[in-house]
């Protein structure tokens, strides 16, 4: 009969000794790459919920704060997306504490604003019609999901509509802590802990 040779059980501590020298190398590595993954792939996220914003009002000619077309003093003064959990914020307005709220879901994937048909936007049917401006033509987005941390993208939606200040599409990112000022002034940067997309 033949003899076969094993390992001996110094290779066998070398292989395993080499195979944990490896995996403390790359696993720093793999793990920041995931890190920015997420981070990448939430600020673009950020900006194509702006994008559809932007689509929204080419349409409409108007940015979706009002209540309804009958309506010019009640703003939605922040939107966010169904999907996710409130994160913390220096400032309650970024959790829906003391504004008037509303999901970007319904303006710009149901068109229910406000949570209601009653108040939907003016559609047309586009066959055969040509283009005017006021009508909504959505959905925009096909879904928004929360962001890569499980919390909700958010939208200070009000100042859109106001000189002095900036709007912009943000999530709190990593630290699941909203740092960046409500009012936030045009010019001023959003804060390097947070993701944001300028709309305005």
């Excluded at 914020?89 to 229910?112: C, E, R």
């Excluded at 406000?114 to 987005?141: F, H, I, M, Q």
């Excluded at 958010?154 to 912009?168: C, D, G, H, Q, S």
């Amino acid at each position: 009969m033949k003899k076969f040779k094993g390992f001996t059980l110094i290779e066998m501590v070398v292989v395993l000794a080499v195979i944990a020298i490896l995996a403390a190398i790359l696993t720093p590595t793999i793990a920041k790459n995931i890190r920015y993954s997420k981070v990448a792939r939430t600020t673009h996220e950020c900006q194509v919920i702006a994008a559809a914003i932007g689509d929204f009002y080419k349409d409409m000619g108007r940015w979706p704060v009002y209540q309804n077309d009958n309506s010019t003093t009640f703003y939605y003064e922040l939107l966010y997306s169904q999907e996710g959990v409130w994160p913390t914020a220096n400032n309650s307005n970024w959790n829906g504490t003391g504004v008037a709220v509303d999901s970007f879901d319904n303006h710009l994937i149901l068109n229910k604003p406000g949570g209601s048909t009653a108040n939907a936007y003016r559609t047309e049917d586009l066959a055969g019609v040509k283009l005017k401006a006021g009508y909504w033509r959505g959905p925009y987005l096909d879904e928004i999901r929360e962001d890569q941390w499980g919390q909700r993208y958010e939208a200070n939606i009000k100042y859109v509509t106001l000189a002095n200040y900036a709007t912009v599409v943000l999530s709190a990112g990593e630290d699941r802590n909203v740092s960046t000022n409500f009012l936030l002034p045009v010019g001023s940067e959003v804060s390097e802990d947070d993701l944001a997309q300028k709309i305005r």
